[in-house]
């Protein structure tokens, strides 16, 4: 059957441990091998540090269940933009599902395939362009997904299960051997220009990049078997483990080197940590095994990103080709566009700016998101809730208080940043009018 007709359908085959693997492959990734050190350098506290990374994950946990009402009740592909598409409607629909496929993801993807770039140039004896091995590594995904949902869900099932063993593994030895230099107090001063408030935002930026993807798995609603009752357990379940691997870990990187020292050398603070334990060996062989954790991180933007896509298709918000699905299960024509598009930002090679760009995006669409929680419940209070939000209205309340207060602090110590990513908002909005508009008047 050809690939250009609509005669295939996606197929509920993903069961909770599906759904756990995407959840825990999309959040352990380039964030926890690459931010460490940068967030090192911000804060330069080790107790800021670690208070910072549990913040963030309370934040991703409050988030979780939130999210988990909605993707309980409205178990359609395409995830966060499904849920503003009902509360707001078509145009801030589409404000949602094209910023998260043209900056959220797409954005995230280019920076893994920088630090999958990065990683492999220093296996090389630093040798190679990191945008043309960036670029490779992407054309590389492309094929990959081109077999279909079910070997690319394999694959990431398998790589999750390795990427967690090997965390696990760093998080031990930094834990077991190291001396907790990283606490010793004359060894932790604050680092400068960019402690205090500005310190806070680029530091959480990076946060928020490491736990980013704690909702991916609602994007496959449509392929979840059961997803009323499996989403909020893939979703909740998927971010705690991860909140709980990632202070573990910043533990055990505090236990040999201190802030300074993660902060020097931030692409290689897995493999300076066991270094510090077990040698020079140890830590090139930590190197090439962190290459699997980014690789199944970066797998995760290829699965979830062409199903967006699909979903925005299917109510006429992106283009009917997006709809395509192949005899493997795959929205084929959305994975070109997108292979395209992560290939292109890949090729800046600036790992810093990409996630600070995204992540100024991300947060005040969240936002936008978060609070059609309350749209839902006021405007559609029938509608039947499989899971049902802990804590209302105070619990949802304060984590939509929190996104506000943290936007506003991004927006006052970044106004350049600010500046660009509500360029990008704006021009994403412009477009959503046009198209909405467009498609009221062709059903005249």
């Given at each position: 059957?050809?690939?250009?007709?609509?005669?295939?359908?996606?197929?509920?085959?993903?069961?909770i441990r599906?759904g756990?693997?995407v959840?825990?492959?999309?959040?352990?990734?380039?964030?926890i091998?690459?931010?460490?050190?940068?967030?090192?350098?911000?804060?330069?506290?080790?107790?800021l540090?670690?208070?910072?990374?549990?913040?963030?994950?309370?934040?991703?946990?409050l988030?979780?269940?939130?999210?988990?009402?909605m993707?309980?009740?409205?178990?359609?592909?395409?995830?966060?933009?499904v849920?503003?598409r009902h509360a707001?409607?078509?145009?801030?629909?589409?404000?949602t599902?094209?910023s998260?496929?043209?900056?959220?993801?797409?954005?995230?993807?280019?920076?893994?395939?920088?630090?999958?770039a990065?990683?492999?140039?220093?296996?090389?004896g630093?040798?190679?362009?990191?945008q043309i091995?960036?670029?490779?590594?992407?054309?590389g995904?492309?094929?990959?997904?081109?077999?279909?949902?079910?070997?690319?869900?394999?694959?990431?099932?398998?790589?999750?299960?390795?990427?967690v063993?090997i965390?696990?593994?760093?998080?031990?030895?930094?834990?077991?051997?190291?001396?907790?230099?990283?606490?010793q107090?004359?060894l932790?001063?604050?680092?400068?220009?960019?402690?205090g408030?500005?310190?806070?935002?680029?530091?959480?930026q990076s946060?928020?990049?490491?736990?980013?993807?704690?909702?991916?798995?609602?994007?496959?609603?449509?392929?979840?078997?059961d997803?009323?009752?499996?989403l909020?357990?893939?979703?909740?379940?998927?971010?705690?483990?991860?909140?709980?691997?990632?202070?573990?870990?910043?533990?055990?990187?505090?236990?040999?080197l201190?802030?300074a020292?993660?902060?020097?050398?931030?692409?290689?603070?897995?493999?300076l940590?066991?270094s510090?334990?077990?040698?020079?060996?140890?830590?090139?062989a930590?190197?090439?095994?962190?290459?699997i954790?980014?690789?199944?991180?970066?797998?995760v933007?290829?699965?979830?990103?062409?199903?967006?896509?699909?979903?925005?298709?299917q109510h006429?918000?992106?283009?009917?080709?997006?709809?395509?699905?192949?005899?493997?299960?795959t929205?084929?024509?959305?994975?070109?566009?997108i292979?395209?598009?992560?290939?292109?930002?890949a090729?800046?090679?600036?790992?810093e700016?990409?996630?600070?760009?995204?992540?100024?995006?991300?947060?005040?669409?969240?936002?936008?998101?978060?609070?059609?929680?309350f749209?839902?419940?006021?405007?559609?209070p029938?509608?039947?809730?499989?899971?049902?939000?802990?804590?209302?209205?105070?619990?949802?309340?304060?984590?939509?208080?929190l996104?506000?207060?943290?936007?506003?602090?991004l927006?006052?110590?970044?106004p350049?940043?600010?500046?660009?990513?509500?360029?990008?908002?704006?021009?994403?909005?412009?477009g959503?009018?046009?198209?909405?508009?467009?498609?009221?008047?062709?059903?005249?």
């Open positions: 059957m050809s690939a250009n007709t609509n005669t295939y359908n996606l197929q509920r085959v993903l069961r599906d756990m693997a959840t825990i492959g999309m959040i352990i990734g380039a964030g091998l690459r931010t460490p050190g940068l967030i090192a350098g911000y804060l330069g506290d080790p107790w540090i670690l208070g910072l990374w549990f913040f963030g994950g309370v934040v991703v946990a988030s979780t269940l939130v999210l988990a009402e993707s309980a009740a409205l178990p359609e592909a395409g995830g966060k933009y849920y503003a707001w409607g078509d145009t801030m629909g589409f404000v599902g094209w998260e496929l043209l900056v959220s993801r797409g954005f995230s993807g280019a920076a893994k395939a920088v630090a999958i990065e990683y492999v140039r220093i296996l090389a630093d040798r190679g362009n990191i091995i960036a670029l490779a590594v992407c054309v995904f492309f094929f990959l997904h081109t077999r279909g949902l079910k070997a690319s869900s394999q694959f990431q099932n398998i790589t999750t299960v390795i990427k063993l965390v696990v593994a760093i998080a031990a030895a930094g834990i077991a051997a190291g001396d907790f230099i990283g606490f107090p004359a932790t001063e604050a680092s400068g220009p960019t402690a408030l500005l310190g806070f935002a680029l530091a959480y946060i928020s990049f490491a736990y980013y993807g704690w909702e991916d798995a609602a994007k496959m609603a449509e392929e979840i078997k997803p009323g009752t499996a909020p357990k893939i979703l909740v379940g998927g971010a705690l483990a991860v909140m709980v691997l990632y202070l573990l870990i910043n533990v055990a990187f505090l236990g040999v201190t802030p020292e993660m902060s020097a050398d931030p692409e290689l603070i897995a493999a940590t066991i510090s334990v077990f040698g020079p060996a140890a830590g090139t930590v190197t090439a095994a962190a290459l954790i980014l690789l199944s991180s970066l797998n933007n290829f699965l979830g990103l062409p199903r967006v896509a699909y979903g925005l298709a006429r918000l992106s283009p009917q080709a997006f709809t395509e699905v192949d005899d493997r299960g929205p084929r024509k959305a994975l070109y566009f292979s395209a598009w992560i290939g292109l930002l090729l800046s090679g600036a790992f700016f990409l996630i600070r760009f995204m992540m100024t995006v991300a947060i005040a669409v969240d936002t936008m998101v978060l609070l059609g929680y749209k839902l419940r006021a405007q559609r029938d509608l039947e809730r499989p899971f049902v939000m802990p804590g209302h209205p105070w619990l949802p309340a304060l984590t939509i208080a996104y506000i207060a943290i936007l506003a602090i927006i006052g110590t970044q350049q940043m600010a500046l660009g990513a509500g360029g990008m908002l704006l021009a994403i909005l412009i959503g009018v046009v198209t909405t508009r467009s498609r009221v008047n062709n059903s005249d």
